[in-house]
């Protein structure tokens, strides 16, 4: 009987668990499976030009698969559906290519290999323009500027031909840019000239020289030539390179030839006849320093005369008449042992008063002359102009 009652209670038992195990199946929710992910792009390549743009890349995938979007070109951003789960969108943008050269990169998507290619621009002829293309500078020197123009795809070197017309940035580049440089201090005396060159042209930079250094004088600074026309000279002296220059305020001189120079030289000056009175003129040498220049005084000689007889009186039948002319030159030194070098001659203002003697004539010397008949009953008078002097010639009427 108690093995019996054992028995009962194990059979009981094990239909307890039965019953419980059928419970507890009823209440557990079913597991889901895991989905397989798999990944589609469309389209698998996009083509675009010169100047960029944007693309779109739809991907498919089950519901619950994430993915990524990457690329490692610099040149590509991407500007929406960097990430996602299932289905969706991505947005690209591409940067403009400056270059000639077409280019390429991948961008991955979900696995998937997005292909992305660019044109390159297309190709120019390249032609180069500097402006300005001549700078000039003082001794001091100092920062100067340029622009080179050309097409964007054109690229320039710019070189300098020496040492003191220095590039300071841009010395190469593309397209149309600014150049800079700086022109050092010149301390010596010469102008000096360099370029800076772009392609097939060039920048021209002028540089004064530094006149400070310069030293002058002139000798001789006092001329007295006689009364004959002729040439003096004088003599400049100064450092190679050195400017000057030469003139004058006196029409009867002149500087033929040499109104400016550089350095040491010869300066001729010309000069006219003067027999009236002694004149002055100045030659003006000047330079570019502190100490203006030198004036060359020219004093020429000149002549002084006097006459025998101031006035003279004839009658109505006319007839002929004489005066004595004196000269004497200014120095006496022009004028010879004889003071004969005076030259002179007379001449009438009325047309009834003919000079008879040949003229010119040089020296102490008589005047001939002849006075036609007045045919009017009234009487009239005429002047003999002898340079500074005149003879008053008077004639009674008929």
């Known amino acids: 009987m108690p093995a019996m009652n054992s028995r009962f209670r194990i059979g009981i038992s094990l239909a307890a668990l039965v019953w419980i195990t059928l419970v507890s199946c009823d209440r557990q929710p079913p597991t889901e499976p895991t989905p397989v992910c798999s990944y589609a792009i469309s389209p698998a390549a996009q083509a675009l ?5 944007t693309g779109t890349v739809t991907i498919t995938a089950p519901a619950g698969c994430a993915w990524t979007a990457t690329t490692v070109a610099g040149w590509i951003a991407i500007t929406a559906g960097a990430t996602g789960t299932g289905n969706g969108t991505v947005t690209y943008s591409i940067a403009v290519n400056a ?53 964007a795809e054109c690229s320039w070197t710019a070189t300098s031909t020496a040492p003191w017309l220095l590039l300071s940035a841009h010395g190469q580049g593309s397209g149309t840019t600014v150049v800079t440089y700086t022109v050092s201090r010149h301390t010596e005396v010469p102008d000096r000239t360099a370029v800076i060159v772009v392609a097939d042209r060039s920048h021209s930079v002028r540089q004064s020289g530094d006149l400070g250094v310069c030293q002058y004088s002139v000798a001789p600074v006092t001329l007295s030539p006689c009364m004959p026309a002729g040439t003096l000279t004088t003599t400049i002296t100064t450092q190679n390179s050195c400017p000057w220059t030469a003139t004058t305020n006196a029409p009867w001189l002149d500087v033929p030839g040499s109104a400016s120079g550089r350095g040491p030289a010869t300066v001729s000056i010309a000069f006219s006849d003067n027999y009236d009175a002694p004149r002055e003129g100045i030659v003006m040498v000047r330079w570019a320093t502190p100490t203006a220049g030198q004036n060359i005084r020219v004093a ?76 009017s009953a009234g009487a009239r008078a005429g002047t003999i102009v002898v340079r500074d002097t005149t003879v008053t010639v008077t004639q009674a009427g008929k």
């Open 49 to 53: 030009g010169s100047d960029g743009g």
């Open 99 to 151: 270059t000639i050269a077409a280019r390429t990169a991948t961008m991955t998507i979900g696995g998937q290999n997005h292909a992305v290619s660019q044109q390159g621009r297309p190709a120019v002829a390249c032609t180069y323009d500097v402006s300005p293309a001549v700078a000039d500078f003082t001794k001091d020197g100092g920062p100067g500027s340029f622009t080179v123009s050309t097409p």
């Open 300 to 375: 020429q000689a000149g002549c002084h005369y006097a006459v025998s007889r101031s006035a003279i009186a004839m009658g109505a039948a006319g007839g002929t008449g004489t005066f004595d002319v004196i000269q004497q030159s200014n120095p006496t030194t022009c004028g010879g042992a004889t003071q004969d070098r005076c030259v002179w001659s007379a001449r009438s203002d009325v047309p009834w008063i003919t000079i008879t003697s040949s003229m010119p004539r040089s020296g102490d010397n008589p005047v001939a002359f002849a006075v036609a008949a007045n045919e």
